[in-house]
Each structure stands twice: as structure tokens, then as C-alpha cells.
């Protein structure tokens, strides 16, 4: 079992930087690889990033490509978001989440936070 607690959330202006930590519970977060994903009102959950266990590799959703960095200290059992350059765009709930697999699908992902809001303004 696995619990994610989100925090950094907040309103900012466009151009402005946040970063959003995930804090995981339990002695095996070094063995799951994370991910963010975000919802936007009366949008669908999408992928954001994710990075692997041993945070080797990472991958991201074009639209956040060189804006967004993911990293990961298993020592604290946190995984960060970085965001830089926001846009109104990324407005959204933005939740961490664990899974298993190496995988970007959510239904994949078998540990879900409560999620952080990120507003920006224009």
C-alpha cells in the first residue's frame, strides 16, 4: 500500500515557476515508478510526466516538453514536479501517482494523491 499526499499547488502568474512535491508513505516507493497527470475543468485527466524507479528515465507530454522537469529522491520518498514557464493552459488538478509498471496510461497506475490545484493567470 502506498499513499501520495500532493502539496506546492497555488495561483501564479503566466511565465511565473512552481513546484509541486508528492510524498509517499511505506517502505517500497523505491520500487515504483511515478507519475503526474492533471485535469482541467471539464476535461479529461491527461499524462503530464513520469519518471522510473530509479529515476533513469523520464518521459513527458509534448505540450510540457522543456517547461516541466520530474525527479525523484527515494531517500525522502518524494518525487517533485518542477514547472517553469506556466501558461493559463496548465491550469488543472495536478496528481502524483504510482504504478508497477513503466508505463503513461493512468489505468495503470495503482496508487493515486488527492491532487494539488494549479491556477495560472494570464
Known amino acids: 500500500q502506498v499513499q501520495l499526499v500532493e502539496s506546492g499547488g497555488g495561483v501564479v502568474q503566466a511565465g511565473d515557476s512552481l513546484r509541486l512535491s508528492c510524498a509517499a508513505s511505506?517502505?517500497?516507493?523505491?520500487?515504483?515508478?511515478m507519475g503526474w497527470f492533471r485535469q482541467a475543468p471539464g476535461k479529461e485527466r491527461e499524462f503530464v510526466t513520469r519518471i522510473s524507479w530509479s529515476g533513469g528515465s523520464t518521459s513527458y507530454a509534448d505540450s510540457v516538453k522543456g517547461r516541466f522537469t520530474i525527479s525523484r529522491d527515494n531517500a525522502k520518498n518524494t518525487v517533485y514536479l518542477q514547472m517553469n514557464s506556466l501558461k493559463p493552459e496548465d491550469t488543472a488538478v495536478y496528481y502524483c501517482?504510482?504504478?508497477?509498471?513503466?508505463?503513461?496510461?493512468?489505468?495503470?497506475?495503482?496508487?493515486w494523491g488527492q491532487g494539488t490545484q494549479v491556477t495560472v493567470s494570464s
Open positions: 501517482a504510482a504504478s508497477r509498471a513503466l508505463t503513461t496510461q493512468g489505468p495503470r497506475f495503482d496508487y
Open positions: 511505506g517502505r517500497t516507493f523505491s520500487s515504483y515508478h
